[in-house]
């Protein structure tokens, strides 16, 4: 399988994470020192921006931390996404295409014989519930404001998917206007647990230890493919490319969705 990895924008988005962080921490720190300095203040001017910064430097800080912990999240929490995606597909086609973090929102996009996946992740370690098209979190009210602190709200993981999805597929479809995209929720954190009822969008770990996971799924889209094809005795031609479900080879999207995107 090749991988394509948009590492400029990950060692981008890692390094201003930090820069974040210890700007934050800086400003929650001056915002502190601010408000003591009502305690030595000697005139009333002195006194005026003791009492009246603070509530003015406070609240930068208070949401350049939050934006810190979401930047912490998307790029420096372990499992990294794309490592355990790639860990998840071992064993599938080496002429599939996997790229990662070029065609946003769609995170991660997978070109293989079985079809096109747009996946998105979640890195959450929470219990989950989706069925259908409706996700809830367990936690109650409380659970409700330590999400938002944390920055780690799972929102809706299906719509999302199918946005990626049809992005993606207007990348290609100027050139292969009949591909189809199929969209993928992916967790990469195995501790997260799952209770999942007829979901819209495929929910799948990428852990292969859990169920369901994202190496069975593509198993067994192959194993149906190879089954569809039982009355068709005749044997590929030698250098025949794979095609995935669309028909086109797995090449030929390979080669529309990079010119889209100038990869």
Known sequence: MRVETNTPLIKRNRRNANYLFFFSIAVLVAGFLLANLQLTATDETGLALAVFLPWLILPVGFIATLASVRMTN????RPRPETVIQEGLKGISNKSVLYHYYHFP?????????GVFAMITRFQEGRFSVEGDKWQTAGGPFGRVMRFLRRDDIRNPSEEARLAAEHVKKLIGATLPDVEVQPLVIFVDPRAQLNITNPTVPVLFADDNKEPNLRDYMRDIAAQMQQDKQPQTQPKKKGEKEK???????EAIAEALEAATIL
Request: net charge positive; aromatic share 4%.
């Open 106 to 114: 769609a995170r991660h996009v997978l070109i293989a014989p079985q």
């Open 74 to 77: 998307l790029w420096l929490r």
């Open 244 to 250: 995935p479900k669309s028909g086109a080879s797995v």
